[in-house]
């Protein structure tokens, strides 16, 4: 069925579509603030007049294109284009200001190309088998899931784990504006009818990373710029492909897992890879400095998410992600009802959607490459212009999302806070982390709460639950026993140099 899928795309024309769709989906996901749930959005109308598998492909390709697409702002401008993006540029960015900006955007779009392939391959062939498994995830599982994540924390702190743990208090506490989704309770809204729909995660994305680092520019306006090493090679070398391949592999397999639960998303994807390729790496020290295994592990993660949030729209009408809730409405539009009953009744368009999802990442490698040299030019763009173009993409990104000029006040508000935490050396990813995680914890603590009748016993007798503690505690013990270790090994070499420059001292 699968090879008769990738006959029907290549000989119904399905094909073109999917480029056009991968083509714009980079675009849409590169610009600040502009997502590939609202290019599929735009899309979706143009669409009505193809066939269903043709329709579903260019929607999917637009959607892988995007995820991918966020890591070329991530790596060239410190401004994720996608919310998974913001795991990115913690390795992207340094390693693009070092001068190695063709071989992070190679590393992105093969760590991209290859979880989404994994993803792909995945959803093709345990797709029910996975719907399954997620389809016994309830709220106290979903609870531990989001606690785990917040756990990555410890690893994006970068040198002071008390400050990265503030950073994610911030995170959510940001996360309670608005109205309480469980009782109605107004939080923080200041009788401000804008605010109780909360805080916009894309304005706070827009504005902690974008908006700073255009603030930050503008101080060192005055400084001379520094010169950009002259790209000649854009890809990388076998070494480096063996050094990600481990990461990549335990990425896709994270990030299709995470997508198959309802719910979660290709952001937390994205930070559970880079958050565990960082625990597992032996060189975890370099991680935030330009590692390559921090670009290659959440690429990896959130690629393969796209696949993995597919399984269950189809398997089960569940959307995992909120691209698939665009795709899900596709569905129906183009008279196709979800469920086991849809691989049934039209194996021909499911399969032909599925070798989509394939041909689409491979399309990502090469459009990826080919584009990567004119994506890099812009390091080379005269500082003050890169300046006024992020202000502006990042300003009119965080007001075309909703148009509200609240998310405007609110992206200029966060830059603000995100250049003063820079300078005072506090991480900002904790805070993004605690804005995207806080939702999940208190949602589902509030449902298991109400389905238990008030007892917290309801989080710790449950098998998977039970898993996820013990993997959280494994994960914190793991991290905890490397800093001793890293701090004793620093003292021991203090402590020789001392001794030799005392025994030089003697003599």
């Not at 502006?392 to 148009?403: D, P, Q």
């Not at 609240?406 to 900002?428: E, R, S």
Request: net charge positive.
């Amino acid at each position: 069925m699968l090879f008769e899928g990738f006959s029907t795309i290549f000989s119904s024309g399905a094909v073109l579509y999917l480029v056009v769709g991968v083509t714009i989906g980079i675009i849409i996901g590169s610009l600040p603030g502009l997502t590939g749930t609202m290019g599929m959005t735009l899309l979706l109308p143009f669409t009505y007049s193809l066939p269903s598998d043709v329709a579903l492909g260019a929607l999917i390709g637009l959607f892988a294109g995007a995820i991918y697409g966020g890591s070329i702002a991530a790596i060239l401008l410190r401004t994720p284009g996608t919310p998974a993006a913001g795991a990115t540029l913690l390795d992207g960015y340094p390693m693009a200001k070092a001068g190695q900006a063709g071989r992070a955007l190679a590393t992105a779009t093969i760590a991209s190309a290859t979880g989404g392939l994994i993803g792909a391959l995945t959803l093709s062939f345990l797709a029910p088998l996975i719907a399954k498994v997620a389809l016994k995830f309830g709220a106290a599982e979903y609870v531990w899931l989001a606690v785990y994540g917040l756990t990555m924390i410890s690893f994006v702190s970068g040198k002071s784990l008390a400050k990265g743990y503030i950073g994610g208090l911030i995170g959510l506490l940001v996360a309670t504006i608005g109205i309480d989704p469980i009782t109605g309770v107004f939080r923080f809204t200041f009788d401000s009818m804008n605010l109780m729909g909360g805080i916009s995660i894309q304005a706070m994305l827009i504005g902690l990373f974008a908006v700073a680092a255009a603030l930050n520019s503008i101080e060192e306006y005055d400084k001379p710029q520094i010169k950009q090493i002259k790209i000649k090679k854009v890809g990388i070398s076998l070494k480096d492909g063996i050094r990600i391949l481990p990461h990549v592999i335990k990425s896709a397999f994270i990030g299709t897992f995470i997508g198959a639960i309802p719910g979660t998303g290709t952001d937390i994807a994205a930070f559970l890879s880079y958050g565990e390729a960082k625990r597992s790496s032996k060189n975890s020290e370099k991680f935030g400095k330009g590692a390559i295994e921090g670009i290659a592990a959440p690429e990896a993660g959130n690629n393969a998410c796209v696949n993995g949030a597919l399984i269950p729209m189809f398997t089960l009408g569940i959307p995992g992600e909120a691209g698939t809730a665009v795709l899900l409405g596709a569905l129906m539009v183009l008279g196709l009802q979800p469920g086991p009953l849809l691989f049934r009744d039209s194996p021909e368009v499911i399969y032909s959607v599925f070798a989509s999802t394939i041909t689409s990442n491979l399309l990502i490698i090469l459009l990826g490459l080919l584009g990567a040299r004119i994506f890099a030019k812009i390091l080379k763009l005269p500082k003050n212009m890169v300046t006024a173009v992020i202000f502006a993409l990042a300003l009119t990104g965080a007001f075309a999302m909703r148009n509200n000029v609240l998310d405007l006040f609110t992206a200029a508000f966060a830059g603000i806070i995100g250049y003063f935490m820079t300078k005072a050396d506090y991480p900002v990813a904790p805070v993004l982390l605690g804005i995207i995680l806080g939702p999940t914890v208190e949602q589902n603590l509030s449902r298991a709460l109400l389905i238990s009748g008030g007892s917290f016993s309801i989080l710790f007798t449950r098998p998977i639950s039970i898993g996820f503690i013990v993997i959280i505690a494994l994960t914190l013990f793991s991290h905890f026993r490397r800093q001793r270790k890293k701090k004793k090994s620093r003292a021991d070499i203090i402590a020789e140099e001392v001794a030799a420059e005392t025994a030089h001292l003697e003599d």
